[in-house]
Structures are given as structure tokens and as C-alpha cells.
């Protein structure tokens, strides 16, 4: 279904159950007039993609300001204090954090280390990679609602350890025991595995970081996290975003997961992403 107003605002659905594209202009977007629309179709849609908008670093960080508190990156790669873009590449003369970056290949969701994650990633592309390189999305508020009734009684009320360092061994399941040390300074943080949200609706917290379910057993806890997750990703409740130069993709970090497919890390391909400070603690 597409509405059209004054100025250029179409909103078309992309898959059934998560993403809408919003077609409209760089004006449109910087004045703010339509903030209030795109975070309701943003909470309502998780994914928003506006297609080939072209905005520059500038203007990418004026319309993350039109929509929230704007979120500073920090740690290496970060330009601490000050607004900016961060880069999204595997190219580490650009972000020297790189590897730390490889994470993103498998589910999960931005800010399991803390109560209050972000609110939301706004992610443009600037240079891609000829093969891969796509992003998925999948909605975990479609995931949780779909669940049969006596499994989500089973698990409303667990809580799961969340460790970052979890994520890490998906990519390097051999580390050094330095490496191992460094990513577990960075603590663990015990979330509900079904986060109550103020306006009501529920989500699935899962994704990379998931260490163990709080008081299971190694293996039932594994298969517990492993059967959700593949219940929350399956195709109904997915969209696979395939990049343009110029695309900017915003995700409701709260009620959703990502993750980028595998690609060519000398391809070049350079995100540039901005984020959204969070709103809303864990509950
Ligand atoms: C991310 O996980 O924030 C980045 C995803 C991507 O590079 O497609």
C-alpha cells in the first residue's frame, strides 16, 4: 500500500512481516517534518530502507538528529565526543577495529552489554562489494508474537547471560588467551529472554552474544537459544536487504536482528553508519 502527501513520502512494504522503503527526498528528510512518521513505521516495520538517498556524512548526521538523541560511537575507531560517522568495513587502514567488526556476520542485536541498547542504526552504503555483502533483518516481535502459545509460557520468564566475547569465538573460534582476555574484560549482562516493552508489544532478545540460559544446563540452554534462533529468522519473519550505492537502511535495533552475509573483506565495501542513543531498558 503506498500514501502519498505534499511533499514526495511513499511507503511501499518490502516483505510481509518487517521493512517498508520509504521513497522521498533529501529535503524532505532533513527538515524533520516526517521524524514523527518514520519512527512509527520504524517501531511498526523494523527495517525502513530509503533507496539510493545519497546523503552525504553531513547530512546522514543532521537526519539522525531529526530522530532521537544522537548516539556517540565509542572506543577504537570512534571519533570520541564529537558527531560523526562510523565506518562499517573489514579494511583496517580505515577502521582499526576491523576484526572486531566480523561479529556482525552472525545474528544479534547492537548493546547486549548494556540495560538501555540503542535505539536504532542508520547504515548507508558508500562502497560495495561486487559478490555478498547483503544485510538480513529479521523481526523478533513477529517472532515472539507467532510463537505457539504453550512455548512462550515455557520461556517468558527466563533470563539469558549475554557475554560479547561469545560473539567473538563465532569468528575466531581458536583466540590467543590475550584475546580471550581483552574480549572478556568487556563482562557479561544477564537480559529476559522476552523483553517487555512499555508500549506492550513483546521481542525475543537472542542473537551472537546469547552465552547460556540462567539456570539450564549447558547443552538444553544451546538447544534452547539454537531452535529460537532459528525460529525468529526463518524467511516469514525475515527481509534481505541487497545494497545499492546510495541506499540508507535504518533498523529498530529493539525489535530486531541483523547480520551481514559474507563478503570479499579486500572488496573495499564501506558502510558508514550513525545510531540512535536507546529509550527503553531491557525489561
Ligand atoms: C552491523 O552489524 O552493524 C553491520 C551489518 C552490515 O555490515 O551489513
Not at 89 to 108: C, E, R, V
Not at 211 to 235: D, F, H, N
Request: glycine share 8%.
Amino acid at each position: 500500500m503506498a500514501t502519498a502527501v505534499s511533499s514526495r513520502f511513499e511507503v511501499v512494504d518490502v516483505a510481509p512481516k518487517i521493512g517498508s522503503a520509504i521513497h522521498t527526498d533529501k529535503a524532505t528528510l532533513l527538515s524533520g517534518e516526517r521524524a514523527k512518521d518514520i519512527r512509527e513505521i520504524m517501531e511498526r516495520r523494523g527495517v525502513i530502507v530509503f533507496p539510493e538517498i545519497n546523503l552525504t556524512d553531513d547530512e546522514q548526521i543532521a537526519f539522525t538528529h531529526t530522530l532521537g538523541t544522537f548516539a556517540h560511537e565509542d572506543g577504537e575507531g570512534a571519533k570520541d565526543g564529537k558527531d560523526s560517522v562510523y565506518p562499517i568495513t573489514m579494511d583496517s587502514s580505515i577502521n582499526p577495529i576491523a576484526d572486531y567488526l566480523k561479529g556482525a556476520f552472525f545474528w544479534h542485536l547492537d548493546g547486549t552489554m548494556s540495560e538501555k541498547p540503542i535505539l536504532a542504526s542508520i547504515m548507508s552504503a558508500r562502497a560495495l562489494a561486487p559478490v555478498g555483502g547483503e544485510t538480513d533483518f529479521c523481526n523478533t516481535y513477529a517472532a515472539w508474537d507467532e510463537l505457539p502459545a504453550d512455548e512462550k509460557t515455557q520461556i517468558e520468564n527466563l533470563k539469558v547471560i549475554h557475554a560479547m566475547w561469545r560473539s567473538q569465538l563465532y569468528w575466531k573460534p581458536e583466540p590467543t588467551f590475550a584475546e580471550l582476555e581483552a574480549w572478556m574484560a568487556r563482562g557479561s549482562n544477564t537480559l529476559p529472554l522476552v523483553w517487555k516493552h512499555r508500549s506492550g508489544r513483546q521481542s525475543l532478545v537472542l542473537g551472537a552474544t546469547a552465552l547460556e540460559v540462567e539456570g539450564m544446563g549447558t547443552a538444553e540452554s544451546e538447544k534452547l537459544l539454537v531452535k529460537l534462533r532459528t525460529w525468529a529468522t526463518q524467511p516469514q519473519f525475515s527481509y534481505r536487504h541487497t545494497w545499492k550505492l546510495g541506499d540508507m537502511v535504518i533498523w529498530d535495533n529493539t525489535g530486531t536482528m541483523h547480520r551481514a552475509l559474507p563478503y570479499d573483506h579486500k572488496s573495499g565495501r564501506l558502510m558508514m553508519r550513525t545510531k540512535l542513543e536507546g529509550e527503553e531498558a531491557f525489561a
